[in-house]
C-alpha cells in the first residue's frame, strides 16, 4: 500500500480509538472506502503495537472491532499467509544484518541489498526488527549481544543515509535500531559506544520527518547532552567537537524557547567544536562548523545586528577557502548562498556594492543548484 493509504489508515484507526461508545458504526460508515482487507492488515498491527506499549485494553478494543468487520466483510484469516510475510521479514533482517556484519557496514555492499528490497522497508520492518534483537538480546551471551548491536549500530547508520526508498520510515528504522543498541551499549558497561549511539540517535531525531518537530529537535538536544557528559574534550576531543557540532545545529532549529538564547548557545557549541577541529588538522570539519557558525551569526537577534552580520560574512569567506567548487562543488554552492544572504542583509558599508556581491554569491551558487540536479535549491 502506498504512504497515503496508510495514513489514512491509521486516522481512521485513531479515529475508532479515541469517538466515544456508539460512534463506531458511523465513523466506519463514513469511510466506507477504507474498509478492506488492508485496513485489517493495519489495525492488527496497531492493536500488537499497543499491547507492547502496555495499552492492552485498548489493543483488546481494536482486535475485537477488527474480528466484527471481519465477518462483515466475509474475510477469512490466513495465518500461513501473514506467517508468510513475517519469515520474508525476518530473512532479509538477517540477510542485511550479516552483510553489514561481513562488508564491516560498507554501503557498497549494504546498499544494494537495501535497493532491492524497498518494499520491506517500512513499519513491519520495524516491527520485526525490535521482536527479533529483543529476544536475540535475552538468550545469547554477553559478548554475542554486543556483536549484534554493532552489526544493528552500522546498519542504522547506513539506513539513515540511504538516498532511495521511503526516507521517513529509513529514519524510524534508524531510530529503532539505535534504541535496540542503547539496550546492549548502556552508559555503565560500554560508555564510548553508548555516547557514540546517543550522538546518532540525536542525528536521526534532527532528521526525523515523522511527528512533532519541536519534539524531536528536543529528544535530539537531549540526546547530544547526555553523549557529551561521556565524550569529554580531555578524554575524546574529536568526538567531543563533532557532537558539539550537532548540538549547535540542533540548537538553531530549535522551536521551543527563547529563540536568542537557543541561537547564543548555538555559537557557543560551534565556537567549542572549533577548537578542536583546526583548519590545519581537520579542514573539511572546520569548513563545515564555520559555515554553521555563520548561519547562526546570521539569525541571531540580541546583540549589535550589523556586528552579527559582519561576523557571519567573515565566517562563510573562511568556510570557502576549504569549500572550493572543485572540491565541494555542493557545499560550495551552500555557503555561496548563505554568503549572498548575508551581503543582501548587511548594514555597514555601501548598499549597493553590498547588493553587487549578494548578487554575485547567489550566481555562484546557481553554478551548481541548477533546475535540473537541484529543483528546491
Same mark, same amino acid.
Given at each position: 500500500?502506498?504512504?497515503?493509504?496508510?495514513?489514512?489508515?491509521?486516522?481512521?484507526?485513531?479515529?475508532?480509538?479515541?469517538?466515544?461508545?456508539?460512534?463506531?458504526?458511523?465513523?466506519?460508515?463514513?469511510?466506507?472506502?477504507?474498509?478492506?482487507?488492508?485496513?485489517?492488515?493495519?489495525?492488527?498491527?496497531?492493536?500488537?503495537?499497543?499491547?507492547?506499549?502496555?495499552?492492552?485494553?485498548?489493543?483488546?478494543?481494536?482486535?475485537?472491532?477488527?474480528?466484527?468487520?471481519?465477518?462483515?466483510?466475509?474475510?477469512?484469516?490466513?495465518?500461513?499467509?501473514?506467517?508468510?510475510?513475517?519469515?520474508?521479514?525476518?530473512?532479509?533482517?538477517?540477510?542485511?544484518?550479516?552483510?553489514?556484519?561481513?562488508?564491516?557496514?560498507?554501503?557498497?555492499?549494504?546498499?544494494?541489498?537495501?535497493?532491492?528490497?524497498?518494499?520491506?522497508?517500512?513499519?513491519?520492518?520495524?516491527?520485526?526488527?525490535?521482536?527479533?534483537?529483543?529476544?536475540?538480546?535475552?538468550?545469547?551471551?554477553?559478548?554475542?549481544?554486543?556483536?549484534?548491536?554493532?552489526?544493528?549500530?552500522?546498519?542504522?547508520?547506513?539506513?539513515?543515509?540511504?538516498?532511495?526508498?521511503?526516507?521517513?520510515?529509513?529514519?524510524?528504522?534508524?531510530?529503532?535500531?539505535?534504541?535496540?543498541?542503547?539496550?546492549?551499549?548502556?552508559?555503565?558497561?560500554?560508555?564510548?559506544? =553508548?555516547?557514540? &549511539? #546517543? +550522538?546518532?540517535?540525536?542525528? %536521526? /531525531?534532527?532528521? @526525523?520527518? !515523522?511527528?512533532?518537530? $519541536? *519534539?524531536?529537535?528536543?529528544?535530539?538536544?537531549?540526546?547530544?547532552?547526555?553523549?557529551?557528559?561521556?565524550?569529554?574534550?580531555?578524554?575524546?576531543?574529536?568526538?567531543?567537537?563533532?557532537?558539539?557540532?550537532?548540538?549547535?545545529?540542533?540548537?538553531?532549529?530549535?522551536?521551543?524557547?527563547?529563540?536568542?538564547?537557543?541561537?547564543?548557545?548555538?555559537?557557543?557549541?560551534?565556537?567549542?567544536?572549533?577548537?578542536?577541529?583546526?583548519?590545519?588538522?581537520?579542514?573539511?570539519?572546520?569548513?563545515?562548523?564555520?559555515?554553521?557558525?555563520?548561519?547562526?551569526?546570521?539569525?541571531?537577534?540580541?546583540?549589535?545586528?550589523?556586528?552579527?552580520?559582519?561576523?557571519?560574512?567573515?565566517?562563510?569567506?573562511?568556510?570557502?577557502?576549504?569549500?572550493?567548487?572543485?572540491?565541494?562543488?555542493?557545499? =560550495?554552492?551552500? &555557503? #555561496? +548562498?548563505?554568503?549572498?544572504? %548575508? /551581503?543582501?542583509? @548587511?548594514? !555597514?558599508?555601501?548598499? $549597493? *556594492?553590498?547588493?553587487?556581491?549578494?548578487?554575485?554569491?547567489?550566481?555562484?551558487?546557481?553554478?551548481?543548484?541548477?533546475?535540473?540536479?537541484?529543483?528546491?535549491?
Amino acid at each position: 500500500m502506498d504512504e497515503q493509504r496508510l495514513q489514512a489508515y491509521v486516522n481512521l484507526i485513531n479515529q475508532l480509538l479515541t469517538c466515544s461508545s456508539g460512534e463506531e458504526v458511523q465513523i466506519i460508515e463514513s469511510n466506507r472506502e477504507l474498509v478492506d482487507a488492508e485496513l485489517l492488515q493495519v489495525m492488527a498491527q496497531v492493536a500488537e503495537q499497543l499491547a507492547a506499549n502496555g495499552k492492552q485494553d485498548s489493543a483488546d478494543f481494536l482486535l475485537s472491532l477488527r474480528s466484527q468487520l471481519l465477518k462483515i466483510l466475509g474475510i477469512s484469516e490466513n495465518p500461513t499467509s501473514a506467517n508468510a510475510l513475517s519469515e520474508d521479514y525476518l530473512q532479509f533482517l538477517e540477510e542485511v544484518l550479516e552483510a553489514t556484519h561481513n562488508s564491516n557496514g560498507d554501503p557498497k555492499v549494504v546498499y544494494p541489498l537495501l535497493e532491492a528490497n524497498l518494499d520491506k522497508l517500512d513499519d513491519n520492518f520495524i516491527d520485526i526488527l525490535q521482536r527479533w534483537t529483543t529476544a536475540k538480546f535475552s538468550e545469547v551471551e554477553p559478548k554475542t549481544a554486543q556483536d549484534i548491536a554493532n552489526n544493528i549500530w552500522y546498519f542504522s547508520d547506513l539506513i539513515q543515509q540511504f538516498p532511495l526508498g521511503n526516507k521517513a520510515n529509513n529514519i524510524e528504522i534508524a531510530i529503532a535500531g539505535y534504541e535496540q543498541v542503547l539496550n546492549v551499549f548502556t552508559r555503565e558497561s560500554n560508555r564510548e559506544s =553508548w555516547a557514540g &549511539t #546517543q +550522538n546518532n540517535l540525536g542525528n %536521526a /531525531y534532527i532528521n @526525523r520527518i !515523522r511527528d512533532n518537530r $519541536a *519534539l524531536n529537535l528536543e529528544k535530539a538536544i537531549k540526546a547530544y547532552e547526555v553523549a557529551l557528559e561521556v565524550r569529554t574534550e580531555e578524554d575524546c576531543p574529536i568526538h567531543w567537537a563533532m557532537t558539539q557540532n550537532n548540538l549547535g545545529i540542533a540548537y538553531c532549529q530549535r522551536i521551543h524557547h527563547d529563540r536568542s538564547e537557543n541561537v547564543e548557545k548555538a555559537i557557543k557549541a560551534f565556537r567549542r567544536a572549533l577548537s578542536v577541529y583546526t583548519k590545519e588538522n581537520f579542514p573539511i570539519h572546520w569548513a563545515m562548523t564555520q559555515n554553521n557558525r555563520g548561519t547562526a551569526y546570521l539569525y541571531i537577534i540580541h546583540g549589535d545586528r550589523a556586528d552579527n552580520l559582519e561576523k557571519a560574512i567573515k565566517a562563510f569567506q573562511l568556510a570557502l577557502k576549504v569549500r572550493t567548487q572543485k572540491d565541494f562543488p555542493i557545499h =560550495w554552492a551552500t &555557503t #555561496q +548562498n548563505n554568503l549572498g544572504i %548575508a /551581503y543582501r542583509d @548587511r548594514i !555597514r558599508g555601501h548598499r $549597493a *556594492l553590498n547588493l553587487e556581491r549578494a548578487i554575485k554569491a547567489f550566481r555562484l551558487a546557481l553554478k551548481v543548484r541548477t533546475k535540473s540536479d537541484f529543483p528546491q535549491d
